[in-house]
């Protein structure tokens, strides 16, 4: 069953802290996706990347960056998080266009 | 500006009835359309597409209609049932970015028993 990993289910952080949100997958996909998910916009994308030490901006990467050293995994950095941050973040990969496969997601509370 | 508006926040059906979920976007470049099954505590699984070069697209219970002229998308789903009941996604891309999809805000569809 292909997957796709999130590190944390349920994480808190202060604001000002730097926050790793790490996310693998099994399927050698080339492309991989952060997207945050908030009640009233659905999905928005933040970053993405097509390969191995390539990345994308998204709609909305003001206040994060990622890093992606392997193809099976792709981070999401929040520099210094703000309460604003406070989200649920899903990461997803895909090979083809449009056929994501999500991870479950992460809920960040920043406090 | 969100340019995928999915305006119905909620919808609630009778099991065995047909649940029509409604999406309409605003970008004339999207060419490509996709509606995405959410439950609680999961990612979004891929459900069904449609090309813009097709105004039908059947899956199962699931069928998609694309209107262009009128830059609106539906999902059909006959019969509802119970386990039919998340949030759904609908989704669209454009062909000179086609991995960057553009989400709507959801519909949460309950099917009553």
């Known amino acids: 069953d292909v997957k796709v990993t999130q590190s944390s289910r349920y994480l808190v952080k202060r604001t000002g802290e730097k926050v790793f949100l790490e996310c693998v997958q099994d399927?050698?996909?080339?492309?991989m996706f952060w997207y945050r998910q908030d009640p009233g916009l659905g999905l928005r994308l933040i970053y993405f990347s097509y390969d191995v030490k390539m990345k994308e901006k998204g709609d909305i990467p003001e206040g994060y960056s990622v890093s992606r050293e392997k193809k099976e995994r792709f981070s999401l950095i929040l520099e210094s998080a703000s309460t604003n941050q406070t989200s649920m973040y899903l990461c997803?990969?895909?090979?083809?266009?449009?056929?994501?496969?999500f991870g479950s997601g992460t809920r960040l509370t920043v406090v | 500006d969100q340019q995928v508006k999915q305006n119905s926040p909620s919808l609630s059906v009778q099991e065995g009835r047909i649940s029509i979920l409604n999406c309409d976007y605003t970008n004339s470049m999207f060419d490509y359309f996709l509606w995405y099954k959410k439950y609680p505590a999961e990612g979004p699984t891929f459900l069904i597409s449609i090309s813009s070069i097709k105004d039908k697209n059947e899956d199962g219970r699931f069928t998609v209609f694309l209107n262009k002229s009128a830059k609106h998308l539906s999902l059909h789903i006959v019969p509802s049932q119970p386990g039919d009941s998340a949030v759904y996604f609908c989704?669209?891309?454009?062909?000179?970015?086609?991995?960057?999809?553009?989400f709507g805000s959801g519909t949460r569809l309950l099917v009553r028993p």
């Open positions: 989704a669209a891309s454009r062909g000179d970015s086609s991995y960057k999809l553009i």
């Open positions: 399927m050698d996909h080339e492309n």
């Open positions: 997803a990969s895909s090979r083809t266009p449009g056929a994501n496969t």
